[in-house]
């Protein structure tokens, strides 16, 4: 018990550069347990080792491939749990604010939050491609890295926008209903997801709320589309079902498609 949680507040301490006198005031107050254990762990060394890749400074795909395969015991985190560790910023906790309102949770059809943050991730993905698809060569995960670690440099206006993209979307998506995503077995499908927000949220930058209504009638057509199909069941990381699915998205949501 001990260990697990010295290991968890200490990789993220250690990246946001928290003193070790903090790491250990924080484990000293949090854990309930005697005097004589106190004293034996005032006395204990904490030792850590700082990382840090000399040179490209805009890449941090060492130090996120060195925490995770530190991570091979005990309790696993997720690449979305290391990613809150490594890249923690205002436009992540605007993530985490929209993982528990509960239209979302209606849409994901969980009640609760995923314990590993793979909601959050969905969510990060969606953003990504939004701002930033044009990026995107085949790696989710360096995508999903880099995105995260340009995010911390967001304003606040960009994240006041991106948060309301994303109500404005829930009421543009309305139509479709609150169980659009899911499939027959109850699943949530990402890929399906990712591609009908980027094209809604596309259209209501250039358009407005108020022209960016989905109807049921187009995103049947959508989904019944055989290569739209093939785009959001398999290979659904690769880059040509990526751009095929968000393009064809917005054909039949906005365009000419009939």
């Not at 995960?141 to 994303?166: G, M, P, V, W, Y």
Request: a neutral charge; proline letters at 2%; charged letters at 25%.
């Amino acid at each position: 018990m001990l260990i697990m949680i010295f290991f968890r507040i200490s990789v993220c301490s250690l990246i946001s550069t928290v003193t070790v006198q903090r790491i250990r005031y924080i484990i000293r107050n949090t854990i309930p347990w005697g005097g004589a254990q106190k004293s034996a762990f005032d006395l204990f060394p904490i030792r850590c080792i700082a990382v840090r890749p000399n040179r490209p400074e805009e890449d941090d795909g060492t130090i996120y491939e060195i925490f995770s395969r530190l991570n091979t015991g005990g309790l696993n985190l997720s690449a979305q749990e290391i990613r809150g560790c490594l890249y923690r910023s205002d436009f992540y906790k605007m993530l985490y604010a929209l993982n528990s309102e509960t239209c979302w949770r209606q849409l994901v059809g969980k009640k609760e939050e995923d314990d590993k943050f793979r909601d959050v991730e969905v969510l990060l993905r969606a953003f990504a491609l939004l701002y930033a698809q044009e990026h995107y060569s085949g790696s989710m995960l360096r995508f999903l890295n880099r995105f995260s670690k340009e995010a911390q440099a967001f304003t606040q206006d960009k994240i006041e926008q991106s948060r309301q993209l994303f109500f404005d979307f829930v009421q543009v998506s309305a139509a479709i209903g609150k169980e659009a995503f899911l499939t027959r077995n109850g699943s949530f499908n990402a890929a399906l997801f990712e591609a009908v927000f980027v094209a809604a949220a596309e259209k209501i930058l250039s358009d407005g709320v108020e022209n960016a209504g989905i109807t049921k009638a187009a995103f049947e057509q959508l989904k019944d589309d055989k290569k739209f199909i093939e785009a959001v069941t398999h290979s659904t990381y690769n880059v040509e079902a990526v751009n095929a699915r968000i393009s064809l998205a917005r054909d039949y949501l906005y365009g000419n498609k009939s």
